[in-house]
């Protein structure tokens, strides 16, 4: 009977195990929760800026907004060159803050205000994205959005009435949004003559503060006012449209355009004075003008030599003859350390005349300065040749057409009619909904043309030209004009969207041969397109 008992059960276990399984698991398929209920999934392309914004609050610029342009690159090349830019900067700060402590301290009976350490330590910023403005003036306008979260530090040191104090400035973060003005833009290198930096709204300041070691933030209340303290002074200065002037150059003269070639031969240097303790110097010649940025013209060494002659010939551009000064100095070559100047003088441009070549024998000075007494002092002699040739103005032939005329247009035209040629240039701040990547539909007679497509960009260039031939003036139509964007990714559920819209009544070019002109675009909200169209007639 226990044999038989012990089979039964594990028969008995073995049934009611397969048989509770077979039923849990159809009560699992079959029996659902009431209280529970499926999740609703939204696709991120129907939700709004504001609730994107909260769902990825780190997500970079331009990828929230089409127009600004990722910068990865200019991060990548300031993380390399940080150590060396902070010292540049810092280098730049003492100068400028020198002279302005210099003029404030005797105001507050301050004996001195001195960096102990400036550094901006080892974190640099990085730009969220930039946006560029393309405008018809004579300058460039960029729009950088700056993060800075930094570990700078910064101690000043005070004295004053016998007692020294210091203050410390650690943690600062900065999140900024200027915007950079080049203008005018000029030919000559680096190509801009002023740096305008205004910002576009109150930038985010915070910093700590510790005063003779001790935290000063800590105190109850001083934080937020020396917080919106720094931001209300900051944007009183240089809140849009006030801005910070950085002048590079003077504009005047760098827009000033070439007038004339300068030749300058040099020939030789007579008796100068001995430099080196051992043996006889290594004279070489330095030329350029007084005024200008270009690295100076050389010539070569002439080695052991006090009486050298070169015979080498240079040429200068010449923007003023009536300003400009032609420099010329003679240094001491050396191998090693820096190259000892033996004198100098200048020729002014004014002083020549035109197309007559002229020999100078210029005495070697100290200085430039007429009244220093060791220009005195016997330094040698420097014979140069030099030519100033101005750019004549050549008439133009009698043949040639004015260059105002309207182009004719060409063989096989009707006779009645013309060629109406239409030329889209660009898009000013037009934005779609769900996309900005803007192209040109125009529909005239019938006839569709479209212009390349611009991928993430609200003032879109093209300058793309469209010709129609008619038979006879188009004196009663009308050009559509549409500004759209198309979807750089499939599957969305906007493909392509309207920009804006302009009707052109065709009448005014008929009459006027010529219409370069910018029109407001219908249903948008700031967006403008220029057009230029021409009416040419055989």
């Given at each position: ?15 009611g ?53 990722r ?27 020198k ?15 001195e ?16 946006k ?6 004579k ?17 000043v ?12 400035v ?39 503060l ?82 200008d ?22 040429s ?5 003859p ?7 100095s ?20 004014k ?22 007494p ?34 004719k ?43 390349k ?14 010709q ?55 249903d ?15």
């Amino acid at each position: 009977m226990g044999f038989l008992s012990t089979i039964a059960s594990f028969f008995g276990f073995g049934v009611g195990t397969s048989l509770g399984l077979v039923i849990g698991y159809y009560l699992f398929i079959y029996f659902q929760p009431t209280d529970v209920k499926d999740p609703i999934i939204h696709p991120l392309v129907e939700q709004d800026s504001k609730t994107l914004q909260q769902l990825l609050p780190e997500i970079p610029f331009w990828i929230k907004n089409p127009d600004y342009d990722r910068l990865d690159w200019l991060n990548k090349f300031i993380e390399y060159m940080w150590p060396y830019l902070d010292k540049a900067i810092c280098k730049t700060a003492r100068n400028i803050a020198k002279p302005i402590i210099a003029e404030q301290i005797p105001k507050y009976k301050i004996d001195s205000v001195e960096f102990e350490v400036l550094t901006l330590g080892s974190l640099p910023p990085t730009f969220q994205g930039m946006k560029v403005y393309s405008t018809d003036e004579k300058e460039l306008i960029m729009e950088p959005l700056m993060k800075w979260a930094g570990n700078p530090n910064i101690i000043v040191a005070i004295k004053a009435f016998g007692l020294r104090a210091t203050v410390q400035v650690v943690d600062l973060q900065v999140f900024a949004a200027p915007r950079i003005t080049l203008k005018p833009l000029v030919p000559s290198f680096p190509c801009f003559a002023n740096i305008y930096v205004s910002l576009m709204q109150k930038p985010h300041v915070d910093f700590g503060l510790k005063l003779l070691g001790a935290d000063a933030m800590s105190i109850p209340g001083l934080y937020r006012i020396v917080q919106e303290l720094i931001k209300d002074q900051v944007a009183k200065m240089y809140l849009w449209p006030k801005a910070l002037e950085v002048q590079i150059m003077d504009p005047t003269k760098a827009m000033k355009v070439p007038v004339g070639i300068l030749h300058v031969k040099v020939l030789k240097a007579v008796k100068l004075r001995k430099k080196d303790l051992m043996g006889a110097s290594d004279p070489y010649v330095k030329l350029k003008f007084t005024d200008d940025k270009l690295p100076s013209k050389k010539t070569t060494v002439k080695y052991k030599n006090l009486n050298p002659e070169w015979n080498e010939e240079f040429s200068l551009v010449v923007k003023d003859p009536e300003s400009q000064v032609l420099e010329l100095s003679v240094y001491d070559w050396e191998q090693i350390g820096k190259h000892e100047k033996m004198g100098l003088n200048a020729i002014p441009l004014k002083e020549l005349i035109p197309d007559e070549p002229k020999v100078l024998t210029l005495n070697l000075l100290k200085t430039l300065d007429p009244n220093n007494p060791e220009n005195e002092k016997s330094r040698g002699q420097l014979i140069v040749e030099v030519l100033y040739n101005p750019f004549k103005d050549d008439k133009l032939p009698d043949n040639v057409e004015d260059p105002s005329a309207i182009e004719k247009a060409p063989e096989g035209t009707p006779a009645s009619g013309g060629l109406l040629v239409v030329t889209i240039h660009k898009a000013e701040d037009v934005e779609g909904k769900h996309h900005t990547n803007p192209y040109a539909r125009l529909i005239f007679k019938g006839e569709e043309r479209k212009t390349k497509h611009v991928k993430k960009n609200r003032d879109p260039r093209w300058d793309e030209t469209f010709q129609f031939m008619l038979e006879e003036p188009p004196t009663n139509e009308r050009l559509n004009v549409e500004v759209l964007s198309a979807s750089s990714k499939l599957g969305l559920l906007h493909p392509k969207e309207t920009l804006g819209y302009v009707d052109i009544n065709l009448s005014d070019v008929v009459t006027n041969k010529r219409i370069n002109e910018k029109y407001n675009l219908i249903d948008s909200r700031n967006g403008r397109i220029q057009i230029e169209l021409h009416w040419r007639t055989p």
